[in-house]
């Protein structure tokens, strides 16, 4: 089985930052990898499919890179809203979803 | 506009089944697969299987294969998760989420549904 590994685990931030979440698979996963948001009592929401494409409606502030083994979720300026929990998710061989990465404002 | 709903809060007692409903609108049903993925509580999520409502085709991840059964009504436009023998590592909240048309990903969301197992 695929592992999907993100850091940090947990994340303070500013409004305003530029911030940076990772997401290490164990194996090559050809950029199958998709980013979720989940905010505290909701569903998660797609903001990045097959690496960096970005969903319908999804600010353009998030943007996603990577190949490989090494994929990464970046937010070119924090807002409040955006405080949540990022999942990362590959569907390259199997499907499993990274222990997630809870994004707070410092 | 693409709706999940999904059923109430469930209890079940320990070995009991529980079965949890997600009535899909706004779309052609038969046309999108329909998951499941498990977040237990304060956990991250977990990917349990798909049904493909058009044929009722299934598949499962390896550990859901003996807990969790997929089910279609493609005249009620509603999919179903049950969950059997229940113990207390099924006390989680349970999503459906719809397939989209880029691939294994997953567009649309129910609200989720907590099932707590408790005697």
């Known amino acids: 089985d695929i592992q999907m590994t993100q850091s940090p685990p947990v994340l303070s931030a500013s409004v305003g930052d530029r911030v940076t979440l990772s997401c290490k698979a164990s194996?090559?996963?050809?950029?199958?990898l998709d980013w979720y948001q989940q905010k505290h009592g909701e569903a998660p929401k797609l903001l990045i499919y097959?690496?960096?494409n970005l969903q319908t409606g999804i600010p353009s502030r998030f943007s996603g890179s990577g190949s490989g083994t090494d994929y990464t979720l970046t937010i070119s300026s924090l807002q409040p809203e955006d405080v949540a929990t990022y999942y990362c998710?590959?569907?390259?061989?199997?499907?499993?979803f990274g222990a997630g990465t809870k994004l707070e404002l410092k | 506009e693409v709706q999940l709903q999904q059923s109430g809060p469930e209890v079940g007692r320990p070995g009991s089944s529980v079965k949890i409903s997600c009535k899909a609108s706004?779309?052609?049903?038969?046309?999108?697969?329909m998951n499941w993925v498990k977040q237990s509580p304060g956990q991250g999520l977990e990917w349990i299987g798909w049904?493909?409502?058009?044929?009722?085709?299934?598949d499962y991840a390896e550990k859901f294969k003996k807990k969790a059964t997929l089910t279609a009504d493609t005249s009620s436009n509603t999919a179903y998760i049950q969950l059997s023998s229940l113990t207390s590592e099924d006390t989680a909240t349970y999503f459906c989420?719809?397939?989209?048309?880029?691939?294994?990903?997953?567009?649309?969301w129910g609200q989720g549904v907590m099932v707590t197992v408790s005697s």
């Open positions: 998710y590959q569907y390259n061989s199997g499907y499993t």
């Open positions: 194996q090559n996963i050809n950029k199958n």
């Open positions: 097959y690496t960096n």
């Open positions: 989420a719809r397939v989209g048309t880029m691939g294994p990903t997953f567009d649309y």
């Open positions: 049904i493909d409502p058009e044929y009722g085709s299934t």
């Open positions: 706004g779309y052609t049903f038969t046309d999108y697969v």
